[in-house]
C-alpha cells in the first residue's frame, strides 16, 4: 500500500532544492585568525517540477497522491523550510580557509495530485552538517575587488511522520526518512567600501556575488513499507550578499540566490584574532 507514497516521494525528492552552503564574503583573513557565524537559513516558494517515470505511480490508497498507472507527464510542486546554523571559519594561511557548520531545522514538500497538493511534514527536527574549503585566488585591493573560489560537501537528514490531507488517522501517519547527500562549488567576487579611517568603528559595506554549481543526490526511506530509493538534481544559480561591519571585528551578513524560488540567510559573524 506504500509503494505509490514512495514513487512520488522519490520522484519529488531527486530534485528537492536541499538548503546550499552559505557562501559568505569573499575576503581573506589574516593568517592564524579564525571567525564565528550564527545565521538563519530558509527556504521558500521553491517551485518544482518533476517527471513521471511511468511505472509505479499508482496507488489504491485513499488520501495518498494517486496519478494514473503507467501514467507520465511533468508534476509541479514547492518546498518550505528554516533552520538555526553556527558556522566556524579558519585561515591557517595567507589564502586558504577551511570551515565547518552545523544546524537543525525543519523541511516541508507540496506536491500535487490529481485533485489536492499533499504535503508531507514532520515534528522532530532535521539535522544538517556541512564543511568546505575556500581559496582566495584574488585579494580585495583598492585596484580592484576580490575573487575566491569555494568547495564544499554537506549532509542533511528530515523525518516525515504526516501526510496531509488524509480521510482517516490512519492515512495520516507515514515513517520516512530523507537523507541528502549535497556537493557544493561556488566563484564568487566582492569589493568593501570603507568609511574615514578617523572614524573609532569604521563602518564597511561589501557587496558580493557569484555563481554556484549545486548537486543534490536525495535517498528517501520508508520504515514501514521497507522501501529505498534516490535521485540526483544539478543546480546552477546566482547568488548576491552583503557583508557590514560595524565594529573592528563584528559584522552583519545577508545573502540570497533567487533562482526557481528564494534561499536566504541573514546573520552575525564575530571574527578573532
Known sequence: MQRGLISLSVFFLSIAPARASVLGSP??????AWSLSAFYQGLQDKELNFSLAGDGTCTNRTGVASFPCSGAGTVEGR????????????????????????????????????????VLTGD???QIYQAGVKAVLWPDTVAGPGLAADLSFGWQRYWFTELQPAHAASEASINQRLD??????????GHRFTGPEKEPWRVGVEPYGGLKWVRDQAWLKDF????????IKDTFTPFLGVHLKVYEKEALYAEASFVNGWEYAAGLSVRFK
Open 27 to 32: 575576503r581573506q583573513l589574516t593568517a592564524g
Open 79 to 118: 518546498a518550505d523550510g528554516g533552520a538555526a546554523m553556527l558556522k566556524a571559519v579558519y585561515q591557517p594561511y595567507e589564502a586558504l580557509q577551511y570551515y565547518a557548520a552545523f544546524g537543525a531545522g525543519d523541511y516541508t514538500l507540496s506536491v500535487a495530485s490529481l485533485a489536492w497538493t499533499n
Open 124 to 126: 522532530r527536527p532535521g
Open 180 to 189: 541528502i547527500l549535497q556537493t557544493q562549488f561556488a566563484l564568487q567576487t
Open 224 to 231: 514501514e513499507g521497507g522501501g529505498r530509493a534516490g535521485g
